[in-house]
């Protein structure tokens, strides 16, 4: 039986297997998505590592646990009170405040987005070590425990526990984003939609924070003038403050 011939004169190339850089090394990384090579070239999709000690071309990536440890000892990452235990594989589990905002419902026909409704709620607080009873369809805002500072270039996620999904609580409606400059507490929007109260106990693991590397520091991260920064330094659970740059286009 004949051998099979080969097209032409062309031979394959493989690529070469390059070893997993260490934490402080600065390593092109990538394939030329044009010509099929490996490739450090930025301008053909080669990335690499991004440390505290030196910037390079890379690509957004969410954090490890290793890459977390590395960013909190650079003093880059800072959570206050930061218990190494509360670390996960890709993220740190962060606590519940002691300090609630109740709606008052009483005051308002309605929500107004664009008017100043300051007393729209009330702080309450539990006494001694008793829980904050959650009951089925309310809505309250909570408090992380931790204060958290992110450097101009990692943003962070808030995201619920499962076990506690798993129970009817959500932990943010749709403000799980936390951007990068920011440095304060995080504020919860907690909502029950089981059929049964839920306890709410001070000091419980209530979610986590997952930190993502920007391709670039932030040219006005948050806190600078440039946006406002309404919540920046915020402390416990603070109410909206959508009134103070609401936007609306005429449509």
Not at 38 to 64: C, E, I, M, N, Y
């Amino acid at each position: 039986m004949p051998s099979r011939r080969r097209r032409g004169n062309a031979t394959r190339r493989r690529l070469p297997i390059q070893p997993r850089p260490r934490w402080g090394e600065c390593r092109p990384l990538g394939l030329d998505a044009v010509a099929g090579r490996a490739t450090g070239d930025p301008k053909h999709g080669g990335l690499a590592l991004r440390t505290p000690r030196r910037w390079a071309r890379l690509a957004p990536v969410l954090l490890s646990d290793r890459d977390i440890l590395g960013e909190i000892d650079a003093g880059r990452i800072a959570l206050d009170p930061w218990h190494p235990e509360m670390l996960q594989p890709s993220s740190i589990d962060v606590r519940l405040d002691r300090f609630f905002r109740v709606f008052e419902n009483h005051r308002y026909p309605h929500i107004d987005p664009a008017a100043d409704q300051s007393d729209l709620t009330r702080e309450v607080e539990p006494e001694g070590d008793e829980p904050f009873i959650l009951h089925p369809g309310e809505f309250v805002l909570g408090s992380t425990y931790e204060v958290v500072s992110l450097p101009d270039d990692i943003a962070a996620r808030v995201e619920g526990k499962s076990s506690l999904g798993r129970l009817g609580l959500l932990t943010h409606a749709t403000a799980g984003f936390v951007d990068p400059g920011f440095s304060g507490h995080v504020t919860l929007e907690l909502a029950n939609v089981a059929t049964l109260p839920i306890k709410l106990y001070p000091g419980m693991k209530i979610g986590q924070f997952c930190f993502f590397r920007l391709t670039s520091p932030s040219e006005h991260p948050y806190g600078s003038t440039k946006y406002g920064s309404r919540y920046q330094g915020q402390r416990g659970p603070t109410p909206s403050r959508s009134y103070q740059n609401f936007h609306r286009t005429d449509i």
